[in-house]
Each structure stands twice: as structure tokens, then as C-alpha cells.
């Protein structure tokens, strides 16, 4: 070989090296996918993760990630992903406010130093189910007094919209604020049948009341918070949770 084809070999061999490190880089890979289905839910608070994994050859560092709602959020404890390793991006949902039962899409965006997709969006999907739900008006139960107004009453309705009968234990006085002598009906276990209504009825009186001072007017009614708690065996609807309001 002449000095001339040496030198054009060691060029060759330069170059090559030259463009192996040049394609040295992080690459982000999303374990299942971009789009990533996570099922039925229940309203409420759920958590769960999503797995990405750096198939390059460089680490991947991730600087940031938003999200399309506050109502479902991400966060990761990786801020470097080596070559070859993977790391959780954890998630976080609120399902109640502006989701309503059935299909719901969210996503969230991942920043990193991939030079390829510098910002992954990942969407997910899942589906709300309901299967106790208050029936129109009956989101509170609204407590009025009765004509001498020594008692407060009030009732709230839901139906099973569900396919399976759901037992429903005794209802529950939750809270309580400005409330005495509760008495909540029904007083035992009840098994609702698909598309039957239950009927949670209350009365209490008002109270404490401070003493009135001698020629001073009556003590106002104190204020009210209370709230009835309906436990079930329904996968979707365990916890059914209705506040109490009064109309004075």
C-alpha cells in the first residue's frame, strides 16, 4: 500500500470515528407506547406510573414535565436516565370537578435532551364509571324546618345505574357541625337492585344555641356543615359522600 492510499485509508477511518461520536445521543423511548390506556376508575384520587427507557447511548436527562390539566399531573424521581435504563414517570389523577363519568383523554409532556423528540407527549386514556349516582337534586341533602321549626329534614335520592345489585350499608353521619339529635334513615343494610332508587332521609335539630342573656334576643342558630357518608359494595362507587345544607 502507497503512502497515498494509507492516507486515504486513515481519512476513511477518521471520518467513520468522527461520525459514530457525532450520532452519539439519548434516545427516549416510552415503554407501551405514546398512547397509553389505563383502564376504569372510579370519582376520586388514583396513582399509578408509566415506564420510559433510554435506548441510545447517551444519558437523557429530563429538564421538565407539564401536563394538559392540574387535574392529572406527572412527576418522576429521574432526572438522568443512563443508556440501557429505564425510569417511572408517576401520575397522579383527580377524577371529580370537570371530569364527568365515561371516556376521558389527558396527556403529558416530557422534556428532555433526546435530539430527536426533544418533547414526547404521552396520552392516556381511561374510562370514569359510576354506578351510584345521586338522582337531580339530590347532589346535597337539604335540611328545612318543619312548621313549629323544631325540627330540620331533608332527604336525597340515588340510583343504581350500574348492571349488579350493590348493598348499601347504614348510612353514616359524617360530620356533623351545628347539628344535635341526628337521626338517619334507613337503620339497616339495603341491597338496590340495576335502576332502583335508595332514599337517605335525615332529621336533627339545631344546636348548640348559646343562652340568651335576661331581655337580650334569642341566640342565632349556629351554622351548619355536616355531611352523610353511604358505604357500598360497588367496585366504583364504594363511597358516596353528600353534604348537608339548611334552608333558614
Not at 358505604?231 to 339548611?246: A, E, G, H, N, T
Amino acid at each position: 500500500m502507497n503512502t497515498l492510499q494509507r492516507l486515504a485509508c486513515l481519512v476513511l477511518a477518521l471520518a467513520v470515528t468522527m461520525l459514530s461520536q457525532a450520532q452519539a445521543a439519548p434516545r427516549l423511548e416510552v415503554i407501551g407506547g405514546l398512547k397509553q390506556e389505563l383502564g376504569s376508575f372510579s370519582p376520586g384520587k388514583h396513582t399509578g406510573a408509566v415506564y420510559i427507557i433510554n435506548t441510545g447511548d447517551e444519558t437523557l436527562e429530563i429538564s421538565t414535565i407539564t401536563s394538559s390539566c392540574t387535574c392529572f399531573y406527572g412527576h418522576t424521581a429521574c432526572t438522568s436516565v443512563a443508556p440501557g435504563d429505564t425510569c417511572a414517570i408517576e401520575w397522579d389523577m383527580t377524577n371529580r370537578g370537570n371530569f364527568q363519568p365515561g371516556p376521558t383523554k389527558r396527556s403529558l409532556t416530557l422534556i428532555t435532551n433526546d435530539p430527536d423528540n426533544p418533547s414526547t407527549v404521552v396520552v392516556f386514556t381511561w374510562t370514569i364509571v359510576v354506578e351510584l349516582q345521586p338522582e337531580p337534586g339530590s347532589a346535597f341533602i337539604v335540611l328545612k324546618p318543619n312548621a313549629a321549626r323544631t325540627l330540620w329534614i331533608g332527604e336525597a335520592q340515588v340510583r343504581n345505574v350500574g348492571s349488579d345489585t350493590i348493598t348499601i350499608s347504614v348510612p353514616e353521619m359524617t360530620r356533623a357541625d351545628g347539628l344535635e339529635q341526628v337521626k338517619l334513615l334507613p337503620r339497616a343494610e339495603t341491597k338496590l337492585p340495576p335502576g332502583e332508587v335508595f332514599t337517605v332521609s335525615i332529621q336533627a335539630k339545631r344546636g348548640p344555641v348559646p343562652a340568651a342573656r335576661a331581655g337580650a334576643a334569642p341566640a342565632p342558630l349556629p351554622p351548619v356543615d355536616g355531611a352523610v357518608t353511604l358505604k357500598s359494595s360497588s367496585r366504583f362507587s364504594s363511597l358516596v359522600s353528600l353534604d348537608v345544607i339548611v334552608v333558614q
